[in-house]
């Protein structure tokens, strides 16, 4: 293994040296030197990809002044990513969050992908963010975007939470996820275009019947034009109950947004009314 990771760190070097600017490495184990761990340092590196890599570690110390995109799937991530400015891509998916807070503080980022596999705090500095994406089995403990995304487009919001365990949250762990889920609603509020899954609506559906008998709030979306349901298997009607709830709360201040349904891609529609 050791070895394995000499060779790994060597390739590292090279491509580095040669002005890669394309760099994507899976399930690579890295050793600290004298120096310390590998420390990615690139004036032209445009696409990182680190996948399941050990050792690597981001942080402030790397330079990348090039980077526009950057791909973090099971790598420790310690507390923060910045100093990317001109990153536009990013995307944080399973356990790739080595504390219980981070903060992304990116400027110039127009795609966030969130896909984590565990509750933690975020707090999300992207004022120029078009495409806003969460995927994950928890709701986070805590989330904040300061005045949110005004630019932004298109949101895409999977929370595939087991029956069971929402069923476990007492009242005040169904008032603090129901606050997080506000806060992530309320950030993305300017979108026109907003895709769910129908096991989201089945959650969101839980947490609204608790919070329209503790803290009702209206609909954040007020520019909202297009709904879109599906599922992430094949997909379901959501029940008259659930539709009727969400529906009428979600599109409670843009009753005129049209809703689609099924679980065939739907371009959001409003990308091409830009364009045209």
């Known amino acids: 293994m050791r070895a394995n990771s000499i060779q790994l760190a060597k390739c590292l070097e090279y491509a580095l040296s040669h002005s890669v600017e394309d760099l994507r490495i899976r399930n690579g184990e890295f050793y600290p030197t004298e120096s310390g761990y590998p420390c990615l340092n690139s004036a032209v590196i445009k ?11 981001p942080s402030d110390k790397w330079t990348l002044p090039a980077l526009t995109s950057l791909h973090l799937e099971d790598v420790y991530v310690v507390q923060q990513i910045l100093r990317f400015e001109n990153l536009k891509d990013l995307t944080l998916a399973g356990n ?17 992908t969130l896909a984590p596999n565990f509750r933690h705090k975020v707090v999300v500095s992207a004022p120029n963010l078009l495409c806003f994406k969460y995927w994950s089995q928890h709701v986070p403990e805590g989330f904040s975007a300061g005045d949110g995304f005004p630019c932004i487009k298109e949101v895409d919001i999977d929370f595939h939470i087991k029956d069971n365990i929402v069923r476990c949250y007492n009242d005040k762990m169904r008032n603090n996820a129901m606050k997080n889920l506000a806060t ?18 089945q959650v969101l559906q839980q947490f609204l019947v608790f919070a329209v008998h503790h803290q009702p709030s ?59």
């Open 47 to 57: 696409t990182l990809h680190l996948i399941n890599c050990r050792g690597i570690v």
């Open 184 to 201: 992530i609603l309320n950030a993305v509020r300017e979108t026109p275009f907003l895709r769910l899954t129908i096991e989201t609506i």
């Open 96 to 112: 790739s969050v080595g504390s219980f807070s981070f903060t992304i503080d990116c400027p110039n980022l127009k795609i966030l």
């Open 218 to 276: 209206p609909s954040p979306f007020g520019n909202l034009k297009f709904l879109h349901l599906h599922c992430r298997g094949p997909y379901i009607e959501p029940t008259s109950s659930d539709n009727k709830l969400i529906t009428s709360y979600l599109l409670g201040n843009s009753p005129s947004a049209q809703i689609i349904k099924g679980n065939k891609k739907s371009e959001n529609p409003s990308t091409y009314e830009k364009k045209g």
